[in-house]
């Protein structure tokens, strides 16, 4: 009887008035089966300890060996936009000013940010990381976000008006442009990148992409940063598009004192830990579900070496 009762209320969820009625005693004999049903065993009631974002942040950085790391509260909702204000912190801290060259990518997670707003730095250089898109969607749209974070952080905005994507012989006479080789130029003297974490596209065949063949083709990628492709052990992946692309290459993000990755999305957590491991990011802003999602994927993967 006494487990019967503790199943209604807590399984359940029914009221002590209604499992009274069900069993025809009083409620007062149902308060008192709960209570004892507590006293023996058959139920046990727990409050769990709640790790909070400092916690997990300094576990993050410890697990990944990350140069830093802000972990934020999962909200209910915008968690990408909520990203701006750790993303803000840390790059005041990092003492980014006047003179300072800040690289800007592309995905929803670089362009909720940015609409968010970022903290006022100084006069430091804000250029992208890749060239252009011929897609409408908005968060291919980095030339605007580089406009944007310049005007927010009050350095100036230096644009690419080139495809992300060209033939071999189109990419050497797009880069010989005085225009194009100044601002690419100043990818050897990046102080900073800000880039999203992308998936890899196989597992969303039914999303619109703006993916090649030969990118849709590494089903074995975890993510990729700016385009470039890595497994989940940070192995970069090499594509018939990688020699093709106008984009800050991957020994030049590792180069940055500060490369951020920016991103939520448990799904994502084998991506973020690739990004890390390749080394073109070394630190990460994100939210306490995606940072629990990839240090319980880091405990698993850990206790399955182990056997």
Known sequence: MLHM??????????????????LSVSTATVSRMLQKARAVGIVRIEVLDLVSPED???????????KTAAVIDTPQTGVLGALAQPLGTLLKAAGLGDGAVIGIGWGRAVREVVLAGLPTLGRASIVPLTGGMQQAA??????????????QIGGAPHFLHVPYLS?????????????????????????CAIVGIGLTHAPQPSETSAA???????????????????????SLLD??????????????LRQAPLSVGVAAGAEKAAAMIGAVRSGMINALVT?????????????????GSGR
């Open 287 to 303: 939210d306490t579900v995606s940072a629990q999602a990839i240090l319980g994927r880091l405990a698993g993967n850990a206790a």
């Open 5 to 22: 009762v503790a199943k209604l209320h807590y399984e359940s969820e029914m009221s002590q008035i209604d499992i009274a009625r069900k």
């Open 56 to 66: 997990i942040t300094a576990e993050l950085i410890a697990a990944l060996g990350l």
């Open 138 to 151: 908005a968060h291919f749209q980095i030339n605007e976000f580089v406009r944007l974070a310049a005007e």
């Open 239 to 252: 594509w018939e598009g990688e020699a093709r692309m106008i984009a800050a290459s991957a020994a030049q």
């Open 167 to 191: 033939s071999p012989e189109l990419r050497e006479a797009v880069l010989a442009d005085p225009s194009v080789s100044q601002t690419v130029a100043l990818w050897n003297r990046l102080d």
């Open 212 to 234: 090649t063949a030969g990118e849709k083709a590494l089903v074995e990628a975890a993510g990729d940063v700016i385009r470039h492709y890595m497994t989940e052990d940070g």
